[in-house]
Every structure is written in structure tokens, then in C-alpha cells.
């Protein structure tokens, strides 16, 4: 049991989950990893899986939380494929259920409905990691110095980057130069550029590629969920212990969208880095924690901006801007734009089983000449959105979203929009009436949502934003109806 997934033979999937549908979802996608993979092994019955995880090899295990019986259960699991790769699936989303999953021994948490890209992209991460790990725990003949990759080799993509413009390739050579070090680094670029995809790179180019690669998203958590969360407290946690920190003891820290965090919190990040150790919570016993963690952070505002707004502190930008790192917007990097569009209508289109290969010469130019102001996601997600509405050999000009074919039209429309809007509030409409923003951002997101029959990815792809961001929401707004 245990043997390293895709390197003796074909990969052992296994999918416990006792509604069928989304069993069989997750072994269609798992299935179609890179590889020899063997016929995925359903199982609806937990029993069943935990006697076959003590006595067959598994590779990648895919488990309904609420199936396993919670997330105590799933523990047992876990320590009978201690080497398999554990994505754990819940219809609850909350913080609390992914963490005590990854407690238990998952290596990540989706929320259903979760899209299969998500559920792809994960597994093959992991996998992805594991296999570097086990190819460097092979010894090696000891060096005088391990020289960087020089010229060309240097700039070939670095994790799951995959553009080749000039900019890019500069920024994987920065990649693999600050990669081994244990400073920390500090990320800057626009939304949806590839700010997530360059701290896993980063993390997967150091010596920490075994650690864990823990993710905070400053700006999805409440100021005391964030702290509950990272900084551990003596009602929040279990063990009383600083339960983010601590799982990413000998790994890296990503705390996305820095700027969001909550000044107070920033006082005690300073802290920890400052000595090294996570402070035992206030009124408690225990002792300070010595942790090994590299930080690496980012954000998609102007730091210094940020600063000066008194909303970074800036001592801690000090300490935490060692390595800085700029994730360029694409319009910037415009010979990307077509190798992406190509590499993402290849995937939706085997994914959607549509016969789409490639563009005609109006719609390139037209994806060439738009400014993509939600850089990447946006593109990926334009071309899943025309993929999942439209069919044929290639794309044309007219399955284009109409956002990207008519930029005139819609750069007055807005302004229109607004000044449609303002006329009723100055012709006497009660202030009563106005919906807060929140409420108008659900009403809007579940209207989405209705359209695509409640499938989150495609809603997202509709709405130009992240489907995580769908789950985000949905997890505020259920707090604030509590
Ligand atoms: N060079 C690339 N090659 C392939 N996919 C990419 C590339 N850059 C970004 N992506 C994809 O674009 C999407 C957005 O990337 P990512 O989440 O890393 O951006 P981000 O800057 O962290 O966004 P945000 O600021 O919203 O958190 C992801 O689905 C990612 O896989």
C-alpha cells in the first residue's frame, strides 16, 4: 500500500460518496488525469472503502465528509493511505468544516456544487507535488553548488504557469532565483492575473515543497474569523494552539489580499515574524510556539498606496516587502493572449465534449485587441462561457460576450445606467427603498445562479468572477441572515 502515484504503474482512484451522481462525477474527472489511470472505484458505502484502504493501493482518494460521518471519521481514513492524495467534498462550506477536514488529514477541501475544473485542478497539484517530493528524496550526488538554470532554461514556465510571453518568462527566472530562499515575498498584480498560481510556484520551487502550502484569503474572512483562524483562541480552537499558523509550521503562508487584514491583526502577524513564535492565547496556559513558516503575501492595490491610506501598517510592509514580485496584467503580455485562449478552449472543449479546435481570424483579433481588465480569469472564463452556450469547429466573432465584441456600447451604457439610476432617488424616492449593496450583490448572484440551474462555475464564468468568490458570498450572507 502507499506506492507513489503515476510512478509504478497506474494511478488508484477512489471516490466515496453516497449520492451517485456526484460519485460518478468525481471518477469521470479523475479518470482523465495525465497518465495511466485504472478504472476510478466507486463506493457509496464508507464501511466497504475503509476495509479496501487497509488492504489496496490508493493514489487519490475523493470523500464526502457528511458520507465518512464527519470529520472525526474521516481521520480513519486518512491513516490508512497515509501517501494518497485526500480531497475532502462537503455540501457545507463553512471555514470550520474545511479546516477540521485538512486536521483530519485531507490535503483539500472543495464545497458542493464544486466544478470539475476545481476538482481537476487540485487533485493534479497534489499529485504533481507528491511527485517532486518523492523524486527528491531520491539522494542525490552531492554538489559543490546548485547552479540556477541559466538563458532559456530559466524562463520555461514554472507550476501550473503555462505563457511564454517575454514578461513571463522574466518572471519565472525571478520564480526559481528567490524560490530556495526563506525570505519573505511580497506579490503585486491586478486581479485575476496569476497571483495565487505564483506564491504555489514559489512554494513549489523551495526546500518547503514538502510543507504545507496554507492559503488565507484576507479579504473572505471577518476580522475576528481571521483571527480566530490564524491566530488560534481558547473558545475557537481545539487545541487552543494557532491552528493556521501551526499547519504551516516547516511550509509556506500565502495571506492573499494582505491590505485587507484587520490592523489589530496586522499588530500580532508583526509578532510572530518578529520572534519566530505564535503567542499562546490570551487567558490561557500554554506556552508561545517556536514555527518555521516562510510568508509569502500579496495584494492587487498599490502598497505603498496602502500605507500612506493607513490601512498597511507599514512596518509591517517592511518586514514583509523582502522579495518583491510583480505579476505583470495582460495586457501587458498580449502575445499570451492567444496561446491561452487556445490552451483553455482545448480543456473546456474536451471538458464540455464540444468540437471547438480553434478561432476564426475576427474573433483572434478581437481577443487580441480587448484590454482584459480582469486579466487572466477573465479570459479563461470567457472562453468556458462561449464554450458551455455555443458549439461548431471554431470560434466566431459573434459568440464573443457582448462586453468584449461592442466596448463603445458598453463603455457608455454604465454611465447611462448611472444616470437612469440617480433620476428616481432626485425625483423623491424614500432612502427606505434603497437595497443595501450586499443584498443587491445577492440578488444578482443568485439571478446567476437560477440561469445556469445552480451550477456555481458557469455562473462565475457569466459574472467574470471566481467561483470561490460565489462560495465566499454565500457564506457572509449566511452569517448575516443568522
Ligand atoms: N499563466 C497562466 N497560465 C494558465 N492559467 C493561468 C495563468 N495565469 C492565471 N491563470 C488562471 O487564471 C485564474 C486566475 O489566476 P489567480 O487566481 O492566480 O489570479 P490572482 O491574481 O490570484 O487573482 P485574485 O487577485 O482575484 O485572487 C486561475 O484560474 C489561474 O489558473
Redesign the pocket.
Known amino acids: 500500500m502507499g506506492s507513489i502515484p503515476d510512478l509504478d504503474g497506474s494511478l488508484q482512484v477512489r471516490v466515496l460518496d453516497a449520492t451517485p451522481s456526484d460519485a460518478l462525477r468525481a471518477a469521470t474527472v479523475c479518470a482523465k488525469l495525465p497518465g495511466t489511470v485504472a478504472e476510478p472505484i466507486l463506493y457509496s458505502d464508507a464501511r466497504q472503502c475503509l476495509e479496501d484502504l487497509a488492504i489496496k493501493r490508493t493514489d487519490v482518494l475523493v470523500v464526502d465528509v457528511e458520507t465518512v460521518g464527519g470529520d472525526e471519521a474521516l481521520s480513519r481514513f486518512a491513516v490508512r493511505c497515509p501517501t494518497a492524495v485526500i480531497i475532502a467534498v462537503s455540501a457545507e462550506g463553512s471555514v470550520t468544516r474545511s479546516l477540521n477536514a485538512m486536521r483530519a488529514g485531507a490535503h483539500d477541501f472543495l464545497v458542493k456544487p464544486y466544478s470539475l475544473?476545481a476538482l481537476t485542478?487540485k487533485v493534479r497539484a497534489h499529485l504533481d507535488m507528491r511527485r517532486s517530493r518523492s523524486v527528491a528524496a531520491v539522494p542525490q550526488p552531492r554538489r559543490e553548488a546548485d547552479p540556477l538554470p541559466a538563458g532559456a532554461e530559466a524562463g520555461k514556465?514554472v507550476g501550473?504557469?503555462?505563457?511564454q510571453s517575454q514578461p513571463?518568462r522574466h518572471l519565472y527566472a525571478t520564480i526559481r532565483r528567490l524560490g530556495p530562499s526563506s525570505a519573505p515575498v511580497f506579490?503585486t498584480?491586478?486581479?485575476?492575473?496569476?497571483?495565487?498560481?505564483?506564491?504555489?510556484a514559489i512554494h513549489g520551487q523551495s526546500d518547503r515543497r514538502t510543507g504545507r502550502l496554507v492559503t488565507v484569503?484576507c479579504a473572505g474572512l471577518g476580522a475576528d474569523e481571521l483571527e480566530a483562524e490564524l491566530f488560534g483562541s481558547l473558545t475557537g480552537s481545539r487545541s487552543g494552539r494557532s491552528e493556521l499558523l501551526s499547519l504551516a509550521d516547516g511550509g509556506t503562508l500565502y495571506l492573499?489580499?494582505i491590505c485587507d487584514m484587520d490592523p489589530a491583526l496586522q499588530s500580532r502577524l508583526l509578532r510572530v515574524i518578529q520572534t519566530g513564535s505564535i503567542p499562546a492565547p490570551l487567558g490561557g496556559s500554554g506556552k508561545d510556539i517556536d514555527v518555521d513558516i516562510r510568508l509569502v503575501c500579496?495584494t492587487?492595490r498599490d502598497p505603498l498606496a496602502e500605507v500612506a491610506a493607513g490601512r498597511l501598517r507599514e512596518d509591517l510592509y517592511y518586514r514583509l516587502h523582502v522579495l518583491p514580485v510583480q505579476?505583470p496584467p495582460l495586457r501587458d503580455r498580449r502575445d499570451?493572449i492567444l496561446p491561452?485562449a487556445h490552451?483553455?478552449l482545448a480543456r473546456f472543449a474536451g471538458e464540455e465534449a464540444r468540437s471547438f479546435r480553434n478561432f476564426d481570424a475576427d474573433a483572434e483579433a478581437r481577443l487580441l485587441s480587448y484590454g482584459w481588465p480582469g486579466?487572466?480569469?477573465q479570459?479563461?472564463n470567457t472562453i468556458r462561457q462561449i464554450v458551455v452556450m455555443n458549439d461548431g469547429g471554431s470560434v466566431s466573432y459573434e459568440m464573443l460576450p457582448l462586453v468584449i465584441r461592442d466596448t463603445f456600447n458598453r463603455a457608455r451604457a454604465p454611465a447611462e445606467d448611472v444616470r437612469d439610476r440617480r433620476r428616481p432617488a432626485r425625483s423623491g424616492r424614500p432612502h427606505s427603498s434603497i437595497e443595501p449593496l450586499w443584498a443587491q450583490e445577492r440578488r444578482i448572484i443568485e439571478d446567476a445562479l437560477d440561469a445556469f440551474d445552480g451550477n456555481i462555475a458557469l455562473a462565475a464564468a457569466a459574472l467574470e468572477i471566481?467561483p470561490s468568490?460565489i462560495y465566499r458570498k454565500r457564506q457572509s450572507w449566511s452569517e448575516r441572515l443568522q
Open positions: 475544473d485542478q514556465p501550473r504557469f503555462s505563457s513571463m506579490i498584480g491586478e486581479a485575476g492575473s496569476g497571483k495565487t498560481l505564483c506564491a504555489e484569503n492573499d489580499e500579496s492587487s505579476v499570451d491561452l490552451a483553455f486579466n487572466v480569469r479570459l479563461e471566481s468568490t
